[in-house]
């Protein structure tokens, strides 16, 4: 979800809910589903372990006084470090990025709201490319916003409209290894690709001789409002999380089409490739596994594939019903961790990669 605005038509609500295999949890001013000490004077507390009634344990760190606010998308840089991004009511104090060290302790935020350089509204998706810089798709203000690593601004580009270079809502962003950044155009159902200094370099809408769920053979069925995730593999081949087409597809870097996977499904067909509602998705380091967020009925799934995709190989998934969490962005670390924004709960969620499906 974004944080106000026109994002709530064609907003898709996904639930995001923890596997029993180990999740962690760190959060602001709301104490989780895991025990929560908060620190004074802004130093961080100690944390605590904890059960919740699913048997799912974990370590929570402690919350600081600063609140993030609708958590929207997360990225992991080389040493481990978390980059989330929150959204923001109009007129709200807090910055739009923040950025944590591996235990979920804050190191530092930025971006305030606005539109002049460096300021943000509606932050949208996030993503760090190899040598440390950080992107963000600053969806209302219709640009790319990067920084250093400790949140420096660099530069931006981009203006609304439908020429090459410009956008109508870009909500998702990655970084490739080549340093180029891929941007999904959200509005003009389309992804868009650009040098690192944000030079345009090539668009495509999606379009090829294939169709997904229902016959849909159009292309990215953004025009729904239902715009999905975007991840790319070390190679360089682009993912994109086709929501309402209720698939992936794989793209070369310049993005020809390479293959597809994902049918749709109801509650009586959950099948090895069947999709309710992909959004999040995300490529493991040495690009083997592609993590995809979809709701399934009441319980959110982080469904794992391999990198050509083909049967599920691994599921994270709980149905803890004390458990209530919307996700969108997902990203995967080093160690083999998957990381999710947890909008509903104003948290990030860390789950454990080693479960198999059920």
């Known amino acids: 979800m974004k944080g106000s605005g026109p994002w709530i038509a064609g907003a898709v609500l996904i639930l ?4 029993a295999a180990g999740c962690t949890s760190f959060t602001t001013t709301k104490t989780s589903d895991f025990d929560q000490t908060k620190g004074s004077s802004g130093s961080p507390g100690a944390g ?23 958590p929207y998308d997360v990225a992991i840089d080389r040493s481990g470090n978390i980059y989330v991004t929150q959204h923001l009511d109009t007129g709200a104090p807090h910055n739009s990025v923040w950025k944590f060290r591996p235990d979920g302790s804050l190191i530092t935020t930025w971006g305030p709201h606005g539109d002049e350089p460096g300021q943000l509204l509606t932050p949208n998706g996030i993503a760090v490319s190899p040598d440390g810089s950080v992107y963000v798709a600053d969806s209302q203000n219709s640009r790319i ?9 660099i530069t931006e580009w981009g203006s609304e409209g439908t020429g090459p270079g410009q956008f109508k809502d870009p909500e998702n962003i990655a970084a490739a290894p080549d340093g180029s950044v891929y941007v999904e155009d959200k509005d003009n159902a389309r992804i868009e690709q650009f ?39 070390p190679e360089g081949s682009v993912y994109v999380a086709d929501t309402y087409n209720l698939r992936v597809v794989k793209y070369s870097h310049s993005g020809a089409f390479i293959t597809q996977w994902g049918t749709g499904a109801d509650s009586a067909n959950m099948g090895n490739d069947v999709f309710y509602c992909p959004y999040g998705i995300a490529v493991s380091p040495e690009g083997s596994v592609v993590y995809i967020d979809d709701i399934y009925g009441a319980v959110n799934k982080i469904d794992a594939f391999a990198s050509s995709g083909g049967p599920i190989i691994k599921q994270l998934v709980s149905q803890d019903p004390h458990q209530d969490e919307s996700s969108w962005g997902i990203a995967a670390g080093s160690d083999g961790s998957v990381y999710a924004a947890d909008q509903e709960n104003n948290q990030i969620q860390k789950f454990s990669s080693t479960a198999s499906r059920p």
Not at 48 to 70: C, K, R, V
């Open 16 to 19: 995001l809910v923890c596997i």
């Open 48 to 70: 605590s372990t904890g059960t919740t009634p699913a048997e799912t344990t974990g370590n929570s760190s402690a919350g600081w006084p600063i609140s993030m606010q609708s």
């Open 145 to 153: 916003v990067k920084y250093t690593s400790s949140g420096g601004y």
């Open 195 to 233: 040098s690192s200094s944000g030079t345009f370099m090539a668009a495509w809408d999606g379009k090829w001789a294939g169709s997904g769920y229902d016959g849909h053979d159009k292309g990215f069925d953004w025009e729904n409002g239902g715009g999905g995730g975007i991840a790319v593999g």
